[in-house]
């Protein structure tokens, strides 16, 4: 560590943000959401939020059954900044959902699963199937702002370990459940039956007293979106049946 | 026995569910989903005193379900609540 705070402004979900960080890792991250406008949140980085974070990481590991990581500090900070972000987001309509985002002619598929079941792999069979038609908005975690009528995703610099994303927004059409099978089908859900998925891909920060605004925002969300449960196997067919049973 | 009033129930998704009134730090593992008969007999229990057995009598009357039937899931979902704190 340097000793010296850096600091950078941004504009992500359409709110610009200042970030002050130890490291410069996450300033890097963010370079492609760099704005000139005043700062209207102000996100800066403790050691002991790092700290937080690598045992919050150690912890999701085990549960995960993951072997132990040692994760780099610098790392562990561009994790500490969404986490403060998302935090501060939340009562301005903003969620944060863990999940795949393509755009396919101006509107959003938000993909969600366990992680491992294949979502950027799904995903990327749609950039094939539609090739200019198809926008990468986010691979990992994009924010939604839910709107009164319409609910509105955005590219994060936070978007996987392949980087794929899109410094843009794009109505959010639908939310797909995706599950790895051996044939490819998909039907809709009514929102009850999707809320376990919603509830255990959004993010709720736990300290803050935010929790019923982020419940309040999901059933908001659940009128303005359409909700699938998608079977699909590898084979490129699984993007054309996803999407025509969506239209 | 009685509702604890500081629980309420809330739909979210189309989901009811029983939460903290005020407790705006929801913790997720908290949260108790309730099914249609649970929200049906949360609600009849309105705010005053009642007994077990009311509450079954009521449920008879209202689903077509055993006397017998009716005091084994009043006396479940009476156990599972005040298992969280819901009833006082």
Redesign the interface.
């Known amino acids: 560590m340097s000793g010296m705070m850096l600091s950078g402004i941004y504009k992500i979900a359409d709110v610009v943000v200042q970030i002050t960080s130890l490291y410069d890792e996450v300033q890097n991250l963010c370079a492609d959401y760099r704005s000139d406008e005043k700062p209207l949140l102000h996100i800066s980085i403790s050691q002991e939020d790092i700290e937080a974070e690598g045992v919050k990481s150690d912890q999701e590991r085990e549960r995960e059954g993951l072997p132990e990581f040692h994760f780099e500090a610098s790392y562990l900070e561009t994790l500490a900044v969404y986490r403060k972000l998302a935090t501060q987001l939340i009562p301005s309509g903003v969620l944060l959902m863990h999940g795949s985002v393509i755009a396919v002619d101006g509107e959003a598929y938000l993909f969600t699963a366990l992680s491992g079941t294949g979502k950027s792999t799904h995903v990327r069979l749609w950039r094939e199937l539609f090739g200019e038609r198809a926008v990468m908005i986010n691979d990992d975690k994009p924010l939604i702002r839910v709107g009164s009528e319409t609910s509105i995703v955005y590219g994060t610099p936070w978007d996987g370990k392949h980087h794929l994303s899109t410094n843009t927004s794009v109505p959010l059409r639908a939310i797909i459940h995706l599950q790895r099978d051996t044939t490819n089908h998909i039907e809709p859900q009514i929102p009850a039956q999707m809320l376990p998925t919603l509830l255990q891909q959004t993010f709720l920060p736990k300290n803050g007293a935010v929790g019923m605004q982020v419940l309040s925002l999901l059933d908001t969300l659940s009128r303005q979106v359409k909700f699938y449960n998608l079977h699909c196997n590898m084979e490129p067919e699984a993007a054309r049946i996803a999407y025509e049973g969506m239209h | 026995m009685r509702r604890n009033k500081n629980i309420v129930m809330?739909?979210?998704?189309?989901?009811p569910f029983l939460?903290r009134e005020g407790?705006?730090?929801?913790?997720?593992d908290k949260i108790i989903t309730l099914n249609e008969t649970a929200a049906w007999l949360w609600e009849t229990m309105g705010g005053g005193d009642f007994t077990p057995e009311m509450l079954a009598e009521k449920l008879v009357a209202e689903y077509d379900v055993t006397k017998e039937d009716a005091r084994r899931d009043v006396s479940a979902f009476i156990s599972n609540l005040q298992e969280h704190g819901c009833l006082e």
């Open positions: 809330r739909t979210v998704c189309g989901v939460i407790d705006a730090n929801v913790e997720m």
